[in-house]
C-alpha cells in the first residue's frame, strides 16, 4: 500500500519516496512508491502528472493509477534513462498548474452539486473533469433531462454566493459512529475508510479527491449548459481560471461583435437577428436573380442541341452559374421539352459538379450514366447529380452522350 500523502496535505508539491514496484505494459514503464503526492486517477478526476527524479536522472509523469490493494502507480514518460529499480529512492514533484486546476474543478463542483440539490433536488451521480469543460450527471426528481435558464441562473448565483463566504473546507476520515450520523447528501460508494468533505454547514458528502483549503480559492462557477445524456441530465461547468479565461474570451468576442454591429452589449441579440434575417432575405433575392439569369439562356441552349440519329436532342453545356440551385432552376425546365437529353456541369472550388437529366418520353437512365463516368453520386433515373475531382468524367460523359 502507498501512504497518500494528498489525503494528509493537498498542497504538497514536492516530496521523496522510495521504489516499491515496477511494472511495465503498452504504455510504458510504471513505478509504484511507498508513499505519494500523486493522486490516482479516480472519482472523475485525473491522475496528476510531473516529474520524478533520482540519481541525477529525471522522468516525466504522464499519468498516475491506483490498484485494488492501495497502490499508487506512476506512469514514466518514454524517453530519458532506464527507470530505477525497487528500494531506489526518489524525489516527485507535482505539476502545480494541473493540480491546482483540478482542486478548483473539483471544489467548485461540490458547490454546484449541493447547489443544485438543495433547489432542484437533483442527485448528481458523478464527475466528470475534462480538458476543457467539466460535467456531472444528474436525476431529476421529475425525470427531466434539462434545465431551464432562469433554473442554471439561481444555481450559480447561489454557488458564487457561497465561494464568496469563503468557508473552510475539511476533508478528513470519521469515526463508524460519527458517519453514520452525518447527514450526508449522498450515500458512499464504499463501506471502509469512508472520507467526508466538509464544507460550511450546508456540504458533507463522501468523496476521495483533492479539494482546496477554503471556498473563495475556487475564485468563479459558470454553468455552461444542459442537455441529455444516457437517459439523465448534464451540466457543464466551468470553475476558478477556467471560468475566467472564459469570461475573458467570451468578453473579446462580445466587444468585437458590438463594434462590428455598432451596438451595445445588451442591443447584440436583436441586431444580430435582425441582421440575420436581412441576409437571408438579400440571399433569397439573390438566388431568384441567378435562376431568372440562368433561364435567361435557355433558348441559346436550345437552339445549339445537337440532334442525335435517334431523333434525340442533345445538350452538353460546361456554364459558369454561382450556385447549384440555378443550375437544377435550369435542368427542370429544359427537360420539360420533349426528347431531350441535358449534360450540364459547373466548375466550383476545384469540384466538377454535374447534373444530368432527359425528358420523360426518353428511355435512358441517368443515374446509371452518372455513375459509368467514374464521377461519386446518382439520382433517379430521370434527374442525376455527380462529382469529380477532376475533369475526365465530364469529359467521359460527353464522348459517350451521343450513344445513349
Given at each position: 500500500?502507498?501512504r497518500k500523502l494528498?489525503?494528509?496535505d493537498?498542497w504538497l ?5 522510495k521504489?516499491t514496484?515496477t511494472?511495465q505494459d ?6 509504484r512508491?511507498n508513499?505519494?503526492a500523486?493522486?490516482p486517477?479516480g472519482?472523475?478526476q485525473?491522475g ?5 527524479t533520482s540519481g541525477g536522472?529525471e522522468w516525466?509523469v ?8 492501495g497502490g499508487v ?6 524517453e530519458?534513462?532506464e527507470?530505477?529499480g525497487?528500494g531506489?529512492?526518489v ?5 502545480w498548474e494541473r ?5 478548483q474543478?473539483h471544489s467548485g463542483e461540490?458547490l454546484?452539486?449541493?447547489?443544485l ?7 448528481t ?6 480538458r ?8 431529476m426528481p ?5 434545465l ?5 441562473e439561481?444555481i450559480?448565483?447561489?454557488a458564487n454566493?457561497?465561494?464568496a463566504?469563503d468557508?473552510a ?6 469515526e463508524e459512529g460519527?458517519l453514520?450520523?452525518l447527514?450526508l447528501r449522498?450515500d458512499p460508494?464504499v463501506t471502509?475508510?469512508?472520507r ?5 454547514d450546508?456540504?458533507?458528502v463522501?468523496?476521495?479527491g ?12 459558470k454553468l455552461?449548459k444542459?442537455e441529455?445524456a444516457?437517459?439523465?441530465l448534464r ?11 472564459h469570461?475573458?474570451?467570451?468578453y473579446k468576442?462580445?466587444?468585437r ?6 451596438a451595445?452589449?445588451?442591443e447584440?441579440?436583436?441586431?444580430l ?10 440571399r ?5 436573380l441567378?435562376r431568372?439569369?440562368?433561364l ?7 437552339k445549339?442541341?445537337?440532334t442525335?440519329k435517334n431523333?434525340r436532342?442533345l445538350?452538353?453545356a460546361?456554364l459558369?452559374?454561382h450556385?447549384?440551385p440555378?443550375l437544377?432552376?435550369m435542368?427542370?425546365r429544359?427537360?420539360?421539352e420533349?426528347?431531350l437529353?441535358?449534360?450540364?456541369c ?5 469540384r466538377?459538379n454535374?447534373?444530368?437529366?432527359r425528358s ?7 443515374n446509371a ?9 446518382g439520382?433517379?433515373p430521370?434527374?442525376?447529380?455527380g462529382?469529380?475531382q477532376d475533369s475526365l468524367p465530364?469529359?467521359?460523359?460527353r ?5 445513349l
Amino acid at each position: 500500500m502507498t501512504r497518500k500523502l494528498y489525503f494528509e496535505d493537498a498542497w504538497l508539491r514536492h516530496f521523496t519516496a522510495k521504489v516499491t514496484g515496477t511494472r511495465q505494459d503498452e504504455r510504458g514503464h510504471w513505478l509504484r512508491l511507498n508513499q505519494s503526492a500523486f493522486y490516482p486517477e479516480g472519482g472523475g478526476q485525473p491522475g496528476d502528472s510531473g516529474k520524478i527524479t533520482s540519481g541525477g536522472h529525471e522522468w516525466q509523469v504522464t499519468d498516475t493509477q491506483g490498484d485494488p490493494d492501495g497502490g499508487v502507480w506512476h506512469l514514466l514518460a518514454p524517453e530519458g534513462a532506464e527507470p530505477p529499480g525497487p528500494g531506489a529512492a526518489v524525489e516527485g514533484l507535482i505539476d502545480w498548474e494541473r493540480r491546482f486546476d483540478h482542486m478548483q474543478q473539483h471544489s467548485g463542483e461540490h458547490l454546484i452539486a449541493s447547489c443544485l440539490y438543495q433547489l432542484t433536488g437533483g442527485f448528481t451521480h458523478g464527475l466528470h473533469i475534462g480538458r476543457e469543460f467539466s460535467t456531472i450527471d444528474v436525476t431529476m426528481p421529475d425525470k427531466s433531462v434539462k434545465l431551464e435558464e432562469q433554473t442554471m441562473e439561481q444555481i450559480e448565483r447561489m454557488a458564487n454566493r457561497l465561494i464568496a463566504q469563503d468557508g473552510a473546507i475539511v476533508c478528513r476520515f470519521p469515526e463508524e459512529g460519527e458517519l453514520a450520523a452525518l447527514p450526508l447528501r449522498k450515500d458512499p460508494t464504499v463501506t471502509e475508510h469512508v472520507r467526508v468533505c466538509f464544507i460550511g454547514d450546508y456540504e458533507l458528502v463522501a468523496c476521495g479527491g483533492t479539494h482546496l483549503g477554503r471556498t473563495g480559492q475556487i475564485g468563479l462557477v459558470k454553468l455552461l449548459k444542459s442537455e441529455p445524456a444516457r437517459g439523465k441530465l448534464r451540466l457543464s461547468f466551468l470553475c476558478g481560471q477556467r471560468a475566467v479565461y472564459h469570461y475573458a474570451k467570451v468578453y473579446k468576442a462580445v466587444s468585437r461583435a458590438s463594434a462590428l454591429l455598432s451596438a451595445g452589449e445588451g442591443e447584440l441579440p436583436r441586431r444580430l437577428e435582425e441582421t440575420l434575417k436581412q441576409l437571408e432575405d438579400t440571399r433569397r433575392e439573390l438566388g431568384a436573380l441567378r435562376r431568372q439569369n440562368s433561364l435567361a439562356r435557355l433558348p441559346g441552349l436550345l437552339k445549339d442541341a445537337q440532334t442525335l440519329k435517334n431523333g434525340r436532342r442533345l445538350i452538353t453545356a460546361q456554364l459558369e452559374e454561382h450556385d447549384l440551385p440555378a443550375l437544377e432552376a435550369m435542368a427542370g425546365r429544359l427537360v420539360e421539352e420533349s426528347g431531350l437529353i441535358v449534360l450540364l456541369c459547373v466548375v466550383k472550388e476545384g469540384r466538377w459538379n454535374l447534373l444530368f437529366a432527359r425528358s420523360q418520353d426518353v428511355d435512358a437512365d441517368m443515374n446509371a450514366f452518372i455513375k459509368s463516368t467514374g464521377a461519386r453520386g446518382g439520382g433517379r433515373p430521370d434527374f442525376a447529380r455527380g462529382a469529380a475531382q477532376d475533369s475526365l468524367p465530364w469529359e467521359a460523359a460527353r464522348v459517350m452522350a451521343p450513344h445513349l
